[in-house]
């Protein structure tokens, strides 16, 4: 075939069919679809690290510490323990008062919906529990308050481990 024949046989061939036509024209089609699925998995989901109230003061955000020093003034401490065959947890506290119920949070790290809660009933030996599901993977930071929400204590439960200690978030207090 001669160059002749060749610029004949491109001049016949309807625009629709060129190829590069169709490069250029998908690229902008791409970049659409790729802006929706990222928009689509960015409103998914919360991705609230910390789901405490904060207060915004002078662009510095603080949260209230009350709960906090009570439960170490208090000298609150406390042990999780899962038994995983009933997916129960019992919790070991002395607290005086005891209350006799108690408000237990498993945190995911960034997606509030896989949050948990449970409330755990006083128990006659003493120690509190509760059933709810155990966490598939990954750590969960652990809330535990009363129903009140007069104290705090805080701690991260590995579902491996299997147990997980709890205190207050500001550490052990020096006298």
């Known amino acids: 075939m001669n160059s002749g024949q060749a610029q004949r046989s491109e001049a016949a061939t309807p625009w629709y069919r060129s ?3 169709w490069f250029a024209l998908s690229l902008p089609a791409l970049t659409v679809v790729a802006g929706l699925v990222t928009y689509q998995l960015a409103a998914a989901g919360s991705s609230d690290a910390d789901a405490d109230i904060v207060r915004r003061v002078a662009q510095v955000q ?3 510490l009350g709960p906090d020093e009570l439960a170490r003034e208090l000298d609150l401490h406390a042990e999780l323990s899962l038994d995983p065959g009933r997916r129960h947890y019992i919790l070991h506290m002395q607290a005086d008062p005891a209350p006799a119920r108690l408000s237990l949070q ?3 790290a960034t997606l509030a919906r896989n949050d948990q809660h449970v409330m ?4 006659r030996d003493g120690s509190w ?3 709810v599901a155990v966490p598939q993977s990954g750590a969960r930071s ?3 308050m009363p129903e009140s929400g ?3 204590l805080v701690g991260v439960l590995d579902p491996d481990a299997g147990s997980a200690r709890l205190r207050p978030l500001l ?3 020096h006298d």
């Open 19 to 21: 190829r590069m036509l």
């Open 62 to 64: 603080t949260r209230d």
């Open 106 to 108: 498993f945190r995911h």
């Open 120 to 123: 755990l009933g006083r128990q």
């Open 129 to 131: 529990s509760g059933s």
């Open 142 to 144: 652990i809330v535990l």
């Open 150 to 152: 007069a104290w705090r």
């Open 171 to 173: 550490g052990d207090r």
